[in-house]
């Protein structure tokens, strides 16, 4: 398997500008997440999927935040309207959740977003 | 609150000495505990996954182990080498599938 795959990889939009990026998990993974990381706050969880079913979202920061996963093996997380503190590296992840317990989290390489 | 603490937040060690990373958490209710290393610029990679109902897991020159009743792991790296720099990173399932993360320690391995 390749991975957790990430598209794109880097990404520069001005302030106001709507920022879509994108997530393939693993195949056979069920659950995916939407991992933020700065210099300041490190990794923060912004919402994780179950199956395709948004479990907690409460990591998300606010309204302008939305993610989906329209299928088990492609997930969005958009930025509408993206402004300048919303650059960071944006990770997603992937695991195959077991009935009591998690199993491992793999990780993607990850978006750079720069709001300028 | 549940919390994860890494100290150091840095640490530089002569090449082929052992050393240990340190992990702390809150909640002794743990599901299991995840070790990351994180090169610059890059993504998350897996080094362990320690099951709640384990001590300890060994990968090579790696050894974490777990102690939930203390709400500690250590992660052991025997004979570093530089190509060990990096940062490392502790995370924790909380009896839920939320991983939360510890702030890292960056590792660099003097040659």
């Known amino acids: 398997d390749a991975g957790v795959i990430q598209s794109p990889r880097h990404e520069v939009t001005e302030m106001g500008q709507e920022v879509t990026l994108r997530c393939k998990p693993i195949s056979g993974h069920n659950s995916l997440f939407w991992y933020r990381q700065t210099m300041m706050r490190g990794l923060e969880l912004l919402i994780y999927?179950?199956?395709?079913?948004?479990?907690?979202d409460s990591g998300m920061p606010e309204d302008r935040f939305s993610a989906k996963m329209p299928n088990a093996s492609f997930s969005t997380l958009k930025i509408q309207p993206s402004e300048p503190r919303d650059s960071a590296v944006y990770f997603c992840?992937?695991?195959?959740?077991?009935?009591?317990?998690?199993?491992?989290?793999?990780f993607g390489q990850g978006t750079r977003l720069t709001v300028v | 609150k549940q919390e994860v603490t890494q100290i150091p937040a840095a640490l530089s060690v002569p090449e082929g000495e052992n050393l240990v990373l340190n992990c702390s958490f809150t909640d002794s209710a743990i599901y299991n505990l995840q070790w990351f290393r994180q090169d610059p610029g890059k993504g998350l990679t897996s080094l362990l996954l320690?099951?709640?109902?384990?001590r300890e897991q060994t990968s090579g020159r790696l050894n974490a182990s777990l102690d939930k009743s203390s709400g500690r792991s250590t992660l052991y790296i025997a004979a570093s080498q530089p190509g060990d720099s990096a940062t490392y990173l502790c995370a924790v399932y909380f009896g839920n599938e939320k991983l939360t993360f510890g702030t890292g320690t960056r590792l660099t391995i003097i040659p």
């Open positions: 320690i099951q709640s109902s384990q």
């Open positions: 999927f179950n199956n395709n079913v948004p479990i907690d």
């Open positions: 992840a992937s695991s195959l959740a077991a009935l009591r317990g998690v199993a491992e989290a793999f």
